[in-house]
């Protein structure tokens, strides 16, 4: 038994709700663990002392008196609005969202026509390199690597 479970085990023992076999397993775990039985017998004297206490009787008109509070604290709080921030928190929280994604937006397009634009003969190197056709440079006309070549300049045969 870990001194965890002991500790809950102790409290069910003293309100007499512990099975004899877990308080067997305690009263084992309470021998070896000095920790746990000093826990226990602060626990004993906490109780005994409250047990000492004696609980105010309550006057005839208690009962009256702590529903006419019950009542009043209810009155209370429904006349009570709530704070304006509760009410919009879920809308302000889409509108900092809405808000983000257009500032995020306009910034890329910002950015992005800054860029520049790569000539038109850097691109169709780079297309030429993506596609593989310096490999077929050195091939001899009318082989299949040359007219391959061909159709993929789109050059007529």
Known sequence: MRCKHAMRSVCL???????????ARLQAHLDRCP???????EQA???GRLRRLEAP??????QAAVMARVAAAGS?????????LTLLRPALLRAA????????AL??????????????????????QALNLDAFADLPDGSLGAV???LLREEPR
């Open 13 to 23: 023992a003293q309100d007499g709700r512990l099975k004899p076999a877990a308080m």
């Open 35 to 41: 920790s746990c039985r000093e826990w226990q017998q």
């Open 107 to 128: 910034l890329g397009y910002a950015i992005g026509g800054r860029l520049d634009r790569p000539a038109p003969a850097t691109v169709a190197a780079a297309f030429d």
């Open 57 to 62: 009787a309550p006057g005839t008109g208690f």
């Open 97 to 104: 969202a809405v808000l983000a994604l257009a500032v995020s």
């Open 45 to 47: 004297g906490l109780r």
């Open 148 to 150: 391959h070549e061909g």
């Open 76 to 84: 209370r709080r429904r006349g009570r609005a709530l704070p304006p």
